[in-house]
């Protein structure tokens, strides 16, 4: 999605029976890539990064005419800055399992909680290791009546990505519930060291501050920087300023 994160990338066509490489080329910062004409056949393209690992593959018609356009996996479902693991990257779930994920998505679009869980829970059934399903199970028991639920599937994900942002968040937000600052602090900070622009994990790292009765100046600031964002955050700092 720009210049800085396209450098580096390579392009390259792999001969699906061999394996090897039969056609490579740097992207550049446009995200422009220029590959030499080849026999007409189905072959693998890919995205490597410096450091060769694997980033996106899809097999393809190399005679199709016309211009061909990749669309990078994001870094993160909900599209915030931050890192993605390696393990989570490569990993490929089984059509069953999306298409159950894809109908959990249009039953929460419809606000039907409980059909939502049920198309995750087949989901993470199917595929064991489907990181969004497990992140998103849990997000949806923990705004539920049993959030002790949610746990179990906020872990499995953790297992998964360490280092994802929202799910961090999620995880902060358990531990708060249950008195647990300590704990939704450590969670909280480490959200906001993948993702520093991420509004809840502010909003989480100064309610775990403030219960805990430490940092409160800090707290207000981590407040104070998303009040305009998140009517939560203002009537928390307005709370303490009092």
Do not use: C, W
Not at 56 to 64: C, G, K, L, S, W
Not at 113 to 140: M, V
Not at 144 to 169: C, M, V, W, Y
């Amino acid at each position: 999605s720009s210049p800085d994160t396209l450098r580096g990338l390579r392009v390259q066509l792999i001969d699906i029976a061999t394996r090897r490489i039969i056609a490579e080329a740097r992207v550049f910062g446009n995200g422009a890539f220029d590959l030499p004409s080849q026999t007409a056949g189905f072959a693998e393209l890919r995205f490597v990064d410096e450091a060769g690992t694997v980033l996106y593959e899809q097999e393809i018609h190399t005679a199709a005419p016309g211009h061909l356009a990749v669309q990078l996996p994001s870094r993160q479902s909900n599209g915030a800055r931050g890192s993605i693991s390696a393990g989570r990257l490569g990993h490929k779930t089984p059509k069953a399992a999306l298409k159950e994920f894809a109908e959990a998505q249009k039953a929460h679009k419809a606000k039907d909680r409980d059909r939502a869980i049920e198309h995750l829970k087949a989901a993470t059934e199917i595929d064991p290791f489907y990181f969004d399903a497990l992140k998103n199970l849990g997000a949806l028991y923990l705004q539920g009546p049993t959030p002790e639920a949610a746990k179990p599937f906020l872990d499995r994900a953790r297992q998964i990505d360490p280092n994802d942002s929202p799910n961090n968040t999620n995880l902060s937000a358990y531990h708060a519930q249950r008195a647990e600052y300590a704990e939704a602090e450590e969670l909280a900070r480490l959200s906001l060291r993948d993702d520093p622009d991420s509004v809840r994990a502010h909003y989480m790292l100064a309610f775990a501050l403030i219960n805990q009765g430490k940092d409160i100046a800090g707290a207000r600031q981590h407040l104070a920087g998303i009040g305009d964002r998140f009517e939560a955050a203002r009537r928390l700092l307005q709370s303490i300023s009092r």
